[in-house]
């Protein structure tokens, strides 16, 4: 631990946010510089002529080079027989821009060769005890959301705009995330969007800004990208209230051979403005992540992010949810005397069948997947389902019925599983064929039984879009059910994938297979 970062940072109230670039990713992951991977790229592109020439045709501006190799490589990845793999598995996606086969083979590029260096195990160790309250980062990779699996992911700059982040436990993939090429600012385009942009993502930030520390790593003073972001911030700052900046931001600057130092610096913005900052120099992040780690944190962040979301979503609408009990605040007439008593723990034992009637699929799908909520099953049954499961959807129930012990050991209801569930709801029919995709997939059978035998040899093959359809082909024998929870797991932070249909049908596969079944 580093006594002078430890005292600093124990001026503020809350806990650091991380601002990441590349430099990280290219540390741990190995991953090439931006101009390396374009060549990288190139080289297995199909494309006729030289690197050099597009260079050239571009006057070395990456984002332009980029645009020039995406225009070239249009063509080429619609026609050549070499990406006919990845063309029928994208050309859905791939038909909406010119520019998306070049992102999704960037994407499958760096998908394919980021890989942990052993050399900084201890340095990664001690990032994931890090103590921090979130992440912002322009990195195209997973590092981040694997390193702190219990953060929510927000992929891309119109995500984060028109999310309902809390600024707790979040990572905000600000330039998209290979999980989805389409995010990928990759052109002049995007970064033309992007920028024209900066301003309402600037707004969006202040508040993490202006309420933690924020220490960057992984990028250099002179990076024009985050440049433009810290000065699209500063803007939205009083100048009077600038300096209250000064010892919020703390950028790390990797220097071989260094020691540790921390300092104060400027940084310099657009129309030669000047920011003051800290700037560590040091060869070894250790010293950071370990400081980062000795931090006090009361509840865990997992916990804290569900208490903060359930006291915003109680504040919004004035109406408990499942997840919060609210006791005789109709009586309240003096509020200069209210006091607040928070309680974390098993919700089941206070609430009402009234607040069980507010849980939705999510928290099912939450549960199913992660044990997080400690339901009462027999609740869920009586005052939940009965409403949830008139809509046409696909909701999981064998865990809870079986938890009732209502069901035989073929899934079948028992005597009294009949007798609790009638007039209360019907069982879906032919279990589980009737969480197969549509027709249309269902030619895929024979070659997805062919070629596949388990949930990670689709997940590689395919996208996730495609991938949560052909799990379900799988012989159900060859369907390892630690494999499905974690590859579920992952799909479920994604807001987009999460809210599919064949999301929901692979998450009731999964739980007819281990909770149905015994």
Same mark, same amino acid.
């Given at each position: 631990m580093n006594s002078e970062l430890f005292d600093h940072l124990k001026k503020f109230k809350t806990n650091p946010y991380l601002f990441v670039g590349s430099g990280l990713s290219r540390r741990y992951l190995n991953l090439p510089t931006w101009e390396d991977l374009l060549i990288d790229f190139f080289n297995n592109s199909n494309i006729d002529g030289d690197f050099e020439y597009f260079q050239s045709k571009s006057n070395g501006n990456l984002p332009l080079i980029? /645009?020039?190799?995406?225009?070239?490589?249009?063509?080429?990845?619609?026609k050549d027989a =070499?990406? =006919?793999t990845t063309r029928n598995t994208n050309k859905t996606l791939a038909k909406e821009k010119v520019n998306l086969p070049l992102k999704i083979e960037i994407a499958n590029l760096i998908q394919r060769i980021q890989k942990l260096d052993k050399q900084f195990d201890k340095e990664i160790s001690l990032l994931k005890k890090s103590v921090i309250d979130g #992440?912002?980062?322009?990195?195209?990779?997973?590092? &981040?959301?694997t390193t702190f699996p219990d953060f929510n992911? *927000? #992929?891309?700059?119109?995500? &984060?705009?028109? /999310?309902? %982040? #809390? %600024?707790i436990g979040e990572i905000y993939k600000i330039h998209g995330c290979v999980s989805r090429p389409q995010s990928l600012i990759v052109t002049q385009d995007d970064y033309n969007d992007f920028n024209n942009r900066n301003a309402y993502l600037a707004a969006k930030l202040l508040t993490i800004f202006v309420e933690h520390p924020i220490i960057f790593i992984g990028y250099s003073l002179s990076d024009e990208n985050i440049q433009q972001i810290i000065d699209s911030i500063v803007k939205c700052v009083d100048p009077k209230n600038l300096d209250k900046l000064k010892d919020r931001l703390i950028f790390v600057e990797w220097a071989k051979g260094s020691e540790f130092e921390m300092k104060d610096s400027s940084m310099k913005l657009p129309d030669n403005k000047v920011l003051p900052i800290k700037l560590i120099k040091t060869d070894s992040f250790e010293p #950071?992540?370990?400081?980062? %780690?000795?931090?006090?944190?009361?509840?865990?962040?997992k916990i804290l992010r569900k208490l903060k979301n359930s006291v915003v979503e109680f504040v919004k609408s004035s109406s408990p949810s499942s997840q919060i009990f609210v006791k005789d605040i109709d009586s309240i007439t003096d509020e200069t005397n209210i006091e607040y008593a928070i309680g974390v723990g098993v919700a089941s034992q206070f609430i009402s069948s009234q607040g069980y009637k507010a849980i939705d699929t999510t928290d099912i799908i939450d549960d199913v997947l992660n044990s997080s909520k400690n339901y009462d099953a027999i609740q869920l049954i009586e005052s939940t389902f009965p409403t949830m499961l008139k809509g046409n959807v696909y909701i999981p129930v064998f865990k809870y019925l079986r938890a009732a012990n209502l069901l035989n050991k073929n899934a079948s209801l028992n005597a009294s599983g009949i007798s609790k569930l009638k007039s209360k709801f019907d069982l879906r029919q032919n279990v589980p064929i009737c969480f197969l995709p549509p027709k249309s *997939?269902?030619?895929? &059978?024979?070659e997805i039984k062919r070629n596949h035998k388990d949930v990670n040899s689709i997940d590689k093959a395919f996208d996730k879009k495609h991938s949560l359809i052909y799990i379900q082909l799988l012989d159900h024998k060859n369907i390892d059910l630690n494999q499905l929870q974690k590859y579920l797991r992952v799909c479920f932070k994604d807001e987009t994938l999460k809210k599919?249909?064949?999301f929901r049908k692979l998450v009731c596969l999964y739980d007819y297979l281990k909770y149905g079944l015994v």
């Open positions: 980029a /645009s020039v190799l995406a225009d070239e490589f249009h063509e080429v990845w619609w =070499k990406f =006919k #992440i912002i980062t322009t990195n195209w990779d997973n590092l &981040l959301e992911v *927000y #992929i891309g700059q119109q995500e &984060l705009l028109f /999310s309902e %982040s #809390i %600024s #950071i992540f370990d400081t980062l %780690s000795t931090l006090k944190r009361q509840i865990p962040i *997939y269902l030619n895929k &059978l024979a599919t249909t064949d």
